[in-house]
């Protein structure tokens, strides 16, 4: 019984990694012609690849989302609006860095760009974004702001950037958008967002919670985009 409840879980999570697997390697094998170089190795990288993901998952709903839904819900003690939104600012940042998906779109950016890009610049400056996102969002929540009011201003905000951003910063900051939204923040900051707007009277948490992962993607965008305005002085 209890080897059911251990192979349970990780056949759940084979079939979400099994499936793409076997479509790649029929079109690598069958439409390509291309043999598998490593067969043993490949194998053995599925095996990992299946078992690190389901560990990963389990840690992140037994420690990641129980507390960032405890310091939601207790951070509205400190009875400071901006002291809270300056707590979510310092989460965002601290979260990104700690994504796998940006560290390496930083790294293929530095080497695509020759050096002229450097990982570290991308990766914080994406991190500085987000966590701004992550404060506005908490913000929002804390003061019942309707979240069409928020995220208009920033998208046209986005658009008048874009146009004075020399290239490819533009193109980066969809990509540092797309990254940022890993493994680590979402439960991280979702858990947050929704435990904060859980204990306050004025929020309601299915409308307040929700929203605050497209505020901290576009809050990574503006950031990459005035990153590139800024190389042009």
Request: overall charge neutral.
């Amino acid at each position: 019984m209890k080897i059911m409840e251990i192979l349970s879980p990780l056949w759940e999570t084979m079939k979400g990694i099994l499936p793409l697997t076997v479509i790649m390697a029929i079109f690598q094998i069958i439409i390509l012609r291309k043999p598998i170089e490593n067969v043993k190795e490949f194998g053995i990288g599925i095996i990992l690849a299946v078992i690190g993901l389901h560990l990963f998952l389990k840690g992140t709903n037994m420690s990641l989302i129980p507390l960032g839904d405890s310091v939601g819900r207790n951070l509205y003690v400190l009875n400071n609006k901006w002291l809270i939104v300056l707590v979510g600012f310092i989460i965002g940042y601290f979260g990104t860095l700690v994504e796998p998906a940006l560290k390496t779109l930083a790294l293929e950016v530095e080497e695509l760009s020759v050096g002229a890009i450097p990982h570290n610049v991308l990766l914080h400056g994406v991190a500085a974004g987000f966590g701004l996102g992550m404060a506005i969002g908490l913000f929002k929540i804390i003061s019942n702001v309707p979240y069409v009011k928020i995220i208009a201003p920033l998208l046209i905000l986005v658009i008048i950037l874009a146009f004075l951003a020399p290239e490819p910063y533009p193109s980066i900051a969809m990509d540092s958008a797309s990254a940022t939204t890993g493994p680590v923040n979402i439960p991280l900051n979702m858990a947050l967002a929704i435990g904060l707007a859980s204990i306050i009277e004025s929020a309601d948490p299915l409308l307040s919670g929700f929203g605050i992962i497209g505020l901290t993607s576009i809050g990574a965008m503006v950031s990459v985009l005035i990153l590139g305005i800024l190389t042009k002085f």
